[in-house]
């Protein structure tokens, strides 16, 4: 085999491997459901956009109870984010990736006003991230599931 053919093949071979790399890795941007612990229901949509290398989350719709407020604030919140809108609030900041998964950042749970350490996931192909929220070290901590939005 000439040299000339050697190059072609290793290009061809490089593309080949670098593009099923590609689809076996879904990404956590886009927009996902969050569902209740309690209920298993719908809670909200957040749209998850990367920035600088980083994830950031913001709330885009939130699905309220029926006698709950259509935009309520976050009444729990502390600083600058208190009485702010819940709707259009970022509430997962500066994730960074690591491997599989992307780590480092922070999320905000605007229903106690409480931010904690954060971690997340895609799962199951990309319809599903796993978002894990915890103070310390990731053991002590709450893991939810997020479906991907339609």
């Known amino acids: 085999m000439t040299a000339s ?24 941007v886009g927009r996902w459901t ?13 749209a998850i956009y990367e920035e600088g290398g980083k994830l950031y989350g913001k709330i885009e719709k939130i699905f309220p109870d029926p006698n709950a407020p ?16 819940i ?8 994730l960074k990736k690591d491997d599989d998964e992307w780590s480092g950042g922070t999320i905000l749970d605007p229903s106690n006003g409480k931010t904690y350490k954060c971690k997340i996931a895609v ?5 599903k991230l796993k978002v894990r929220g915890y103070i310390g070290m990731s053991l002590l901590g709450r893991t939810q599931h997020w479906v991907r939005a339609e």
């Open 34 to 46: 969050t569902i209740d612990d309690e209920t298993k229901k719908p809670k909200s949509v957040i």
């Open 123 to 127: 799962e199951d192909g990309g319809k």
């Open 70 to 85: 259509e935009n309520p604030t976050c009444d729990k919140c502390e600083g600058a984010l208190k009485n702010q809108p």
């Open 87 to 94: 709707i259009g609030m970022v509430i997962m900041r500066d």
């Open 5 to 28: 053919r050697w190059l072609g093949l290793a290009v061809v071979t490089t593309l080949l491997v670098s593009t099923s790399a590609l689809a076996q890795a879904p990404s956590a």
